[in-house]
């Protein structure tokens, strides 16, 4: 079993920073490939970037260059760093977690960029 809990949302003007964590609870957090999605309103959930247990990443196009996925295994916790935010970022922000069939969730955190 693994627990996520995000944090780090908030309201942003177009253009600011945002550091998103996700902290996991339970074991083997090193051995799930790790992700963040996001949903606006009135949209379905889309994967923003993954990291993969070995340390691959991969991003949406949409945020590429401006978004950093990264993990620390030791502390168990999964970041986003957005840089350059738009207000087409507004969504809530998802920590996923998966390995082989298990599929965790956490329960999301609000990211709002003003114009």
């Known amino acids: 079993q693994v627990q996520l809990v995000e944090s780090g949302g908030g309201l942003v003007q177009a253009g600011g920073s945002l550091r998103l964590s996700c902290a996991a609870s339970g074991s083997t957090f090193s051995r799930y490939d790790v992700a963040w999605y996001r949903q606006a309103p009135e949209k379905q959930r889309e994967l923003v970037a993954r990291?993969?247990?070995?340390?691959?990443?991969n991003y949406a196009d949409s945020v590429k260059g401006r978004f950093t996925i990264s993990r620390d295994n030791g502390k168990k916790t999964l970041y986003l760093q957005m840089n350059s935010l738009k207000v087409e970022d507004t969504a809530v922000y998802y920590c996923?977690?998966?390995?082989?069939?298990?599929?965790?969730w956490g329960k999301g955190t609000l990211v709002t960029v003003s114009s």
């Open positions: 990291i993969s247990s070995g340390g691959s990443i």
């Open positions: 996923n977690a998966q390995r082989y069939a298990m599929d965790y």
